[in-house]
C-alpha cells in the first residue's frame, strides 16, 4: 500500500548528500502532526511526512505492524528515498521498529519518541466503542464537531485529536478507516512476537516525556535486546505528546543525534 506523503525539502539543496528523514505520527494522528520539526528539519533536509494506513489521505485496510512498517518501506521505495533515517512518534514509533527491525538496510538511523517495544502505549485515549456509530447532522464545522463529540469525550486534547479526523461542510462523516483501527486495537496496543534473533544495530534514539508512562524501567531489557546502539533522553515536564509539549528541546535532541550519523 503506497501512503500519502507531505513532503518538504530545503529552497536551495546544496550538493551534499544527506539522508532523507522519515517521518511517522502516532494513533488517530497525521503527517501534519509532526509538522513543527518537519519543518525545521526539512531548511537541511528532505524530509517525508506520512499518513499511516486508516489515517489522513492514506488508504483504508486492516492493521498490523508488518504490514503498516511495509507500507512505510513500500512508499520510501516509490518514492526513491531508501535508505532513510526514520522518525517515529507513539503508533508511529513502533511502526518505525519494526522496519528497522525487518529492513535494517533501509534504515540508516532511527528516533522512537514516547514508546517502547512492548505492550501498552495507548490506554490513556479513553474512547467509547461506539463512535463508528455516530450520527452526523447535515453540516459540520469546527466548533459543531467539537461540540458533537463532547458527550462522548471528555478531555479536550483527545477530542481536538479525534476532530481532526471528521470530514467537516456539507455530508459530513469519518474520513479515517475508524472501523479498521478498531478492529486492530488488540494488535495496536501489543508488540508482534518476534524472531529471537531479530535486532537492529543502528544508532537508536529513544524520547521520553517524564510525565508519560510508556516508556518505563520495565521496557529497558527489551529496548537494550532489539536496540543495542541505543540511548534513551528525558525531556522534562513533557506528556506523551513529547513533540508538542516541548518542541524546542525536542527539535533540539533530533538535530543533535543527526548531526552524528555519517
Do not use: C
Amino acid at each position: 500500500m503506497l501512503l500519502n506523503v507531505s513532503e518538504r525539502g530545503p529552497e536551495h539543496p546544496t550538493p551534499e548528500k544527506t539522508l532523507p528523514v522519515v517521518l511517522l505520527h502516532g494513533l488517530f494522528g497525521r503527517a501534519r502532526n509532526l509538522g513543527f520539526v518537519q519543518r525545521k528539519l526539512a531548511t537541511t533536509r528532505r524530509t517525508l511526512a506520512m499518513d499511516l494506513r486508516n489515517h489522513g489521505n492514506s488508504p483504508h485496510g486492516p492493521m498490523s505492524y508488518p504490514a503498516m512498517a511495509q507500507d512505510v518501506l513500500d512508499t520510501m521505495e516509490h518514492l526513491h528515498a531508501s535508505p532513510a533515517i526514520m522518525l517515529g512518534h507513539s503508533m508511529g514509533g513502533k511502526t518505525a521498529m519494526m522496519a528497522a527491525l525487518t529492513h535494517p538496510t533501509a534504515i540508516r538511523a532511527l528516533i522512537v519518541v514516547d514508546i517502547a517495544p512492548a505492550q501498552g502505549g495507548f490506554d490513556r485515549l479513553d474512547l467509547p466503542d461506539n463512535l463508528e456509530q455516530l450520527q452526523f447532522p447535515p453540516h459540520l464545522d469546527q466548533r459543531s464537531t467539537n461540540d458533537l463529540l463532547r458527550p462522548y469525550i471528555a478531555s479536550d486534547a483527545v477530542r481536538q485529536l479525534m476532530a481532526q479526523n471528521i470530514r467537516q461542510g456539507d455530508n459530513p462523516g469519518w474520513a479515517i478507516g475508524l472501523h479498521d483501527i478498531q478492529a486492530a486495537m488488540p494488535d495496536i496496543m501489543g508488540w508482534p512476537h518476534l524472531a529471537p534473533d531479530l535486532r537492529y544495530e543502528g544508532p537508536t534514539l529513544f524520547i521520553r516525556g517524564e510525565n508519560s508512562p510508556y516508556i518505563s524501567p520495565g521496557n529497558y531489557a527489551a529496548m537494550r535486546a532489539l536496540f543495542p546502539n541505543h540511548r534513551l533522553e528525558s525531556i522534562r515536564g513533557a506528556g506523551h505528546w513529547v513533540h508538542a509539549d516541548a518542541p524546542q528541546r525536542f527539535t533540539e535532541l533530533v538535530e543533535e543525534f543527526l548531526a552524528n550519523i555519517p
